[in-house]
């Protein structure tokens, strides 16, 4: 498979984008984070684990986006399709690039739309967002959510990458045998599977979570400890790898030397819930649509009450499946069904698909899971 | 090595804060990033990773700091010295935990001082902050610094963190023959030495960065190309991996089949410009003394001229090896020494290691580099 996207898919996306600015009367975006950024241009670098430097793109509303990033970006920006990149050299405390920023939104003109919903934020120093506002005579606001809105909708290519990571971490998943059982500290097979994830293909490892204990797990956000696997345990796994800046998001549960009737009942449940899930996913439904069909299998008051969400270049990004979600299901949509079951006194166990909202329905893109628990 | 710190280590830095909060009349923190809560908490996971849900510590002008955060991170900070955990199931799309924030803030009292400096940002919808002011009626301005200042100085146990990463990436380094060679693709070399850093011990590997080519690279930030390594190619690899929350960040140059002169000048005049940088290092000099040092031997017109910087919970931190940098160092801080060189048409050379600060001047704590050039 090819790396990146032609022209072609940053021009389509971008003039989306512009139809929802003209829509919104809107004369520039204003991009601050690695998703948005990477979506409009296809600047693609591990390099944004650094916080030292802001990067900022702009989005007119017509033409191609304008690039205002530090210099040390300039050689990669200038690798993808976009022409007009201006830099400086960051990091300069005086001016981190405000004023190089003004000139540029003062040029495409405003209102300046930025992304200011549920889940987002602004990735520059507030008081450099400040001083912008300061010189730079124009009205800031929001996006009305026009990046996100474009981003859930997803081409063929960019499912064709989700789908690939998604079959990379499936065939981690099937060697899990080789490097977890009874006696095994939770803390090896954490850094063993990230190794398998690599070996299958995966570019990097952003996402690992995971938990072990009799008929389930305290929690699913918790770093691994160097506790030993024991025998009775259930095993979970959760990853969000990369391949060619797609995530995929999905788990495999285990059953440490024997399964206990407790931990296959519940298993069983969660498939249910997610052929439940997937039976309610196509055009038209809604995000609380899914998750009735879910809760009503497996109820909601496990994880929080979000059975799943949406996925991309974020390992979660857009809609949620929660009973406030009304946003309507459109082909190209890319989401988890993510169930969970209390099984005991502070006790879970989660089991987690990815799916694509299809033109007469919805298709999995996670290899099939087991139907019953595999034992180690 | 155990993991996670003392009640008395996250004590000592919040009243370190807090006495920088009494010298700026603020009565309140709001931290709402993973470095800045992960100091004051001990809170670790790479759920971070998920850009969903905000999440929000308060740190008062005396006392421990406050959790205002999702449930689902209940359990986890549960774990943590934090005993005032407040929570909401989010994602709320109508209001996620901005009243119970300003409650919080209200009982608190302010003024409310936030990250707002260089490398800062505000981890938290920019529609959901105008509401928080909106319906708190506290003044919100910059932290002025505190928090970046007191990250900035570690402990005896941050720093014996920071090496164990070291140490474990120098045997990751030590092994790069096994992986790279003539032929072999460079994503192949990135992909192996993840797993490498990991078979040595590393919890994750959240960056790695490199390049190859005769006489050196174009940039140090582009992801991997299927490109095989040739003869006379010098292989960077430059990686921040993390052991229980603690980043290293140092790199190493190998030649692929032979050296050549230029490949083996550059290299030797790098490590004579880290010891250079190096040797200026001590209490009461400045980030820009060190800078002056390295740049009398390289040159800073390579790489932007940032010479190196802060390291600790985040890959890069703190403050910069520039001219314009006159932070003075204090023991206890760590730092990379980043000299970089050009060696041809539009490449460079770059070496790092990493110091810190001590009483009487500065300790390596990166494994020695070998003097030549290792030939693969």
């Given at each position: 498979m090819t790396r990146g996207f032609p022209p072609a898919e940053f021009e389509a996306r971008v003039i989306r984008i512009q139809q929802g600015m003209a829509r919104n009367g809107l004369g520039a975006l204003l991009l601050t984070c690695e998703a948005d950024i990477r979506y409009v241009t296809g600047f693609l670098t591990r390099f944004w684990e650094s916080p030292t430097r802001p990067w900022f793109v702009v989005v007119p509303a017509e033409g191609a986006p304008i690039a205002v990033i530090p210099s040390i970006g300039a050689a990669l920006m200038g690798t993808t399709w976009i022409r007009d990149i201006r830099t400086w050299p960051a990091p300069v405390p005086e001016d981190d690039g405000i004023a190089l920023l003004a000139e540029t939104l003062c040029e495409v003109g405003g209102p300046v739309g930025m992304p200011s919903h549920l889940e987002s934020h602004l990735r520059m120093p507030l008081a450099h967002f400040?001083?912008?506002?300061?010189?730079?005579?124009?009205?800031?606001?929001?996006?009305?959510?026009?990046?996100?809105?474009?981003?859930?909708?997803?081409?063929?290519?960019?499912?064709?990458?989700?789908?690939?990571?998604?079959?990379?971490?499936?065939?981690?998943?099937?060697?899990?045998?080789?490097?977890?059982?009874?006696?095994?500290?939770?803390?090896?097979?954490?850094?063993?599977?990230?190794?398998?994830?690599?070996?299958?293909?995966?570019?990097?490892?952003?996402?690992?979570?995971?938990?072990a204990g009799p008929d389930g797990y305290a929690d699913v956000i918790s770093p691994a400890t160097d506790k030993a696997l024991d025998g009775g345990d259930v095993l979970m796994l959760d990853t969000g790898a990369v391949?060619?800046?797609?995530?995929?998001?999905?788990?495999?549960?285990?059953?440490?030397?024997?399964?206990?009737?407790?931990?296959?009942?519940?298993?069983?449940?969660?498939?249910?819930?997610?052929?439940?899930?997937?039976?309610?996913?196509?055009?038209?439904?809604?995000?609380?649509?899914?998750?009735?069909?879910?809760?009503?299998?497996?109820?909601?008051?496990?994880?929080?009450?979000?059975?799943?969400?949406?996925?991309?270049?974020?390992?979660?990004?857009?809609?949620?499946?929660?009973?406030?979600?009304?946003?309507?299901?459109?082909?190209?949509?890319?989401?988890?069904?993510?169930?969970?079951v209390k099984t005991g006194q502070g006790r879970i166990m989660v089991h987690e698909e990815v799916i694509v909202i299809t033109t007469d329905g919805a298709r999995q893109i996670t290899p099939e899971a087991p139907a019953q628990i595999p034992v180690l």
């Open positions: 400040d001083r912008l506002r300061q010189i730079c005579d124009l009205r800031f606001g929001p996006d009305h959510g026009i990046v996100a809105r474009a981003r859930a909708i997803k081409s063929a290519a960019e499912v064709s990458r989700i789908e690939r990571i998604c079959a990379t971490a499936g065939r981690a998943f099937d060697r899990v045998g080789e490097i977890a059982g009874q006696g095994v500290p939770l803390s090896h097979v954490f850094r063993d599977f990230q190794c398998l994830l690599l070996q299958e293909g995966a570019d990097w490892v952003p996402y690992l979570a995971g938990g391949f060619d800046g797609y995530f995929c998001d999905f788990d495999r549960n285990f059953a440490i030397g024997h399964v206990t009737r407790g931990g296959q009942s519940a298993h069983a449940r969660l498939l249910d819930a997610v052929r439940a899930g997937h039976d309610a996913a196509r055009p038209g439904a809604r995000a609380c649509d899914l998750w009735r069909a879910m809760a009503q299998v497996v109820g909601s008051d496990a994880q929080d009450g979000r059975l799943g969400h949406g996925l991309g270049t974020q390992l979660t990004e857009g809609l949620s499946l929660i009973a406030a979600d009304e946003t309507v299901l459109i082909p190209g949509m890319v989401l988890t069904l993510e169930p969970a």
